[in-house]
Every structure is written in C-alpha cells, then in structure tokens.
C-alpha cells in the first residue's frame, strides 16, 4: 500500500526531506558560523522554492495518513516558515476567495488609498500579516484554526528547544531561513495578480508558461488555472489550463527569466 495519495508527490517530497536531513545533519556536526552563514545564503533561493511546494501540500495534502501530513508539515515549516494550516486559512479559504476583491484579500496588493503597492510594501505587508490573517479567517473555521494554533505552538516549542541547544546552528539551519522564505515566497506573489483589478476569474492572475519555471514550482504558474479549480492536484493544472486557456486573456501571460532557459533546451 503506497503512503503517497499522488506519486507525482514521491520526488518533490523526497528532495525535501533529504533537505531536512542534510540541514539536521549540520545542526549536530558543527557549530561553525561561517560554514553555516554560507550554507544558509547558498540554500536561500532552494528553501523559497520548497515554499510552492508547501503551498500545494496545504491545497492537497501529500500522504494518505493525517500524521504523516502533520510530520511533513513540521519540516516544511522550518524550510518555508508557514505552519500547519497558515495557508489553508490565509491562502485557500482567504486569498482564494477574495482575490478579486482588494478589500478583502488577504494577499491584497492595492492599499487603503486603491493604490498599487510597491513589491517591497507588499512583501513586508503580506509577511507581517501572515499570522495575523490566517488566524482571523480562522475564526469561521475553528477546527482548523485549532488545528493551525496547536501545530505552531508546538514547531514553536521545538524551535526553541533547538536555540537552546545549538543556538548558531538553530539560527542559519532554522530561524533565519523561515524568515527568508515567508519573505520570498510573499515577493513571488506580487507577481501573480498586481495590477490585475477585475471582476473576472479568468483575467484576475498571471500565467507563466515556461517549461523550468513550472518544472521547480510545480505548476504553479498556471495560475488562472489553479483559481478557478484550487483543489485541482498540481501534476494536473496543465491539462487544466489548457481546457480553459481561450478564456485567459493574452495580457495575463508573463515573460519570466525562465522562458530563455526553457527556449534553450
């Protein structure tokens, strides 16, 4: 009997608990700051990645059995900062539904004024707001919201436990990296929907097509696609997109660094 409810899920998972290991690996070997300040730079740009990838785990859990989903959470969170259940409230059940409406969106890039954000304001706003956010759309989901308080109490618990241990490794291996992420991950989705201020599901976000773009998020950048079915398991967005791309007006496809790579292979 196979763990995985998708065997797409196998590698992407796989990847990233060897991440895990190798960061637990160093937290009890060394002790060295500068060894560890360089291995925290290098793994910036990986550990933002893994974020997507935690993103679809919350819209689609990855194993069969609800503990072996709360025990890859556990580790997503050290990779990504984001919690048990951070992005079902904030993301599926707040953003989701509102991301048409900038009163409402708790990924909302226009300020009070209806004026578009900067990247750096939208970064810091959506991250700072992160917590707060998800725990008030908790509030119409209280098992959930439970759910959300009670895992991210304990991550707390074990992250501290970890400070008091090693507290140099804690802080490149753990801390510092879940706040670059959050961060990372809230830039990257400046760029899904800025500017974007319609009523229409179909034209409200950005698409990125490119083959190595989609190859390290998962898909993720058949955007229209995964709002209009968030549901939808990520290996299958683009059978998805494809159904409805008519529909998807050509000002909602973007350039990405990745076209040229992709163009190359």
């Not at 065997?7 to 937290?27: G, H, M, N």
């Not at 998962?218 to 529909?247: C, M, R, S």
Request: aromatic share 14%.
């Amino acid at each position: 009997m196979t763990l995985f409810k998708y065997p797409e899920d196998k590698i992407p998972v796989l990847i990233i608990l060897a991440f895990s290991a190798l960061d637990f690996t160093l937290y009890f070997l060394t002790d060295n700051a500068w060894l560890l300040a360089g291995y925290w730079l290098l793994m910036i740009i990986p550990k933002g990645v893994i974020s997507a990838w935690n993103h679809h785990h919350q819209h689609c859990h990855v194993f069969k059995q609800k503990p072996l989903n709360r025990i890859l959470e556990f580790f997503y969170a050290l990779h990504t900062g984001v919690t048990t259940n951070l992005w079902v409230l904030h993301h599926n059940l707040g953003h989701h539904r509102h991301f048409l409406d900038q009163a409402k969106d708790e990924s909302r890039w226009k300020r009070k004024s209806g004026k578009k954000m900067g990247r750096l304001e939208y970064t810091l706003s959506v991250t700072l707001t992160a917590y707060y956010r998800g725990f008030i759309v908790g509030n119409q989901f209280p098992k959930l919201q439970k759910e959300f308080v009670v895992y991210s109490l304990i991550t707390l618990g074990i992250l501290i436990a970890l400070t008091i241990y090693n507290p140099v490794g804690a802080l490149f291996l753990f801390i510092l990296p879940m706040i670059m992420s959050l961060l990372f991950t809230s830039s990257a989705t400046y760029n899904h929907h800025v500017g974007l201020d319609t009523q229409d599901q179909f034209a409200g976000s950005y698409n990125v097509t490119a083959t190595w773009y989609n190859l390290l998020t998962g898909n993720l950048g058949y955007h229209t696609a995964h709002h209009f079915k968030q549901g939808v398991h990520w290996a299958k967005l683009p059978e998805l997109h494809a159904k409805i791309a008519d529909k998807i007006p050509e000002h909602c496809y973007t350039n990405s660094k990745f076209d040229v790579l992709s163009n190359k292979l």
